[in-house]
């Protein structure tokens, strides 16, 4: 069998092990998620979902912070139905520090 006949098994389904099965399905890979609670039963799947586009420049991981925002946009994109995705400007606002006694 080619390479690309055998099925995968992927250990996990949270956000992790759904992605890689996704991007599998794009590439004509056959995939099985096994998790023994679900999907997406823990962290990755009770998070708030918020993603900053800038947070992280200037650090080792910026580049790769970049590119997952621009993935989430893709995928909102390309996915059908309705994602719940929506991009939004956010602001910081800082108030300074003060002690009571």
Not at 48 to 76: I, T, Y
Request: charged share 15%.
């Amino acid at each position: 069998a080619a390479m690309t006949d055998l099925p995968v098994v992927i250990c996990g389904a949270g956000v992790i092990g759904v992605s890689i099965a996704y991007q599998l399905g794009l590439r004509g890979v056959r995939s099985t998620l096994v998790d023994k609670v679900g999907l997406c039963p823990a962290a990755s799947g009770k998070a708030g979902g918020f993603l900053a586009l800038d947070w992280n420049d200037g650090s080792s991981v910026g580049p790769l912070s970049r590119r997952s925002f621009e993935l989430h946009q893709h995928l909102a994109d390309t996915l059908p139905g309705d994602t719940g995705y929506r991009r939004l400007t956010c602001e910081l606002a800082g108030f300074p520090h003060t002690t009571v006694s």
